[in-house]
């Protein structure tokens, strides 16, 4: 039978990006306007000679502010972010979902190529921050949540992922071997097999 999984982290405290998302709502509306009707006078006809004329200061204007209400829209789908993961047979697999309409898939990550791992917390969690040349991805949304790490070597590189799993999933991953045997460690430094780290 196989097993799977997924969950969603979603942030517990939404009121402030709430009002923050619909506050850039705003804001590019008014941004969108203005280069709207900066757009619409690029191009003025004079009436004296029926002649037209180019305003560069219209145009420099429509990019402004068409531009700021770009970078808004974009940046305002990450005021409403969760995080998607799917455990299946030994992978597990990590997505980032944007406002519901847009997900980024992060990476896939097979648990017999995990190094270290348990909860982001004690001794084992900290000689793993510590290691030299290693990049931290924090991929949850509720720091007090109960966060786990998942160390990695992919083509050279070392890596830490922090995720933010529920109860069901850490056992599930704990559960027929997918592990290397003293791949799991406590927050106590003791790996899932009574070695301590040195």
């Not at 406590?186 to 040195?198: F, I, K, Q």
Request: positive net charge.
């Amino acid at each position: 039978m196989d097993d799977f999984l997924e969950t969603i982290a979603v942030r517990r405290k939404q009121g402030l990006y709430t009002l923050l998302y619909y506050a850039c709502w705003a804001v590019i509306v008014v941004f969108a306007v203005v280069a709207a009707f900066s757009l619409a006078g690029v191009i003025s006809i004079n009436p004296e000679t029926g002649g037209m004329t180019f305003v560069w200061q219209n145009l420099a204007l429509f990019l402004v502010f068409g531009g700021a209400a770009y970078l808004l829209w974009r940046g305002s789908d990450n005021c409403r972010v969760e995080y998607d993961y799917t455990f299946t047979n030994g992978n597990l697999d990590v997505s980032r979902v944007l406002n519901n309409k847009r997900r980024k898939y992060l990476t896939a990550l097979e648990m017999k190529d995990v190094i270290r791992c348990g909860p982001a917390a004690g001794p084992a969690f900290k000689k793993t921050l510590s290691e030299p040349g290693v990049k931290v991805h924090n991929w949850f949304v509720n720091r007090d949540a109960k966060l786990y790490y998942f160390y990695f070597q992919r083509k050279g590189v070392k890596h830490v992922i922090v995720l933010e799993l529920t109860d069901e999933m850490v056992a599930m991953i704990r559960s027929k071997n997918y592990l290397p045997r003293d791949a799991w460690y406590d927050a106590e430094g003791r790996s899932g097999y009574a070695a301590s780290l040195s």
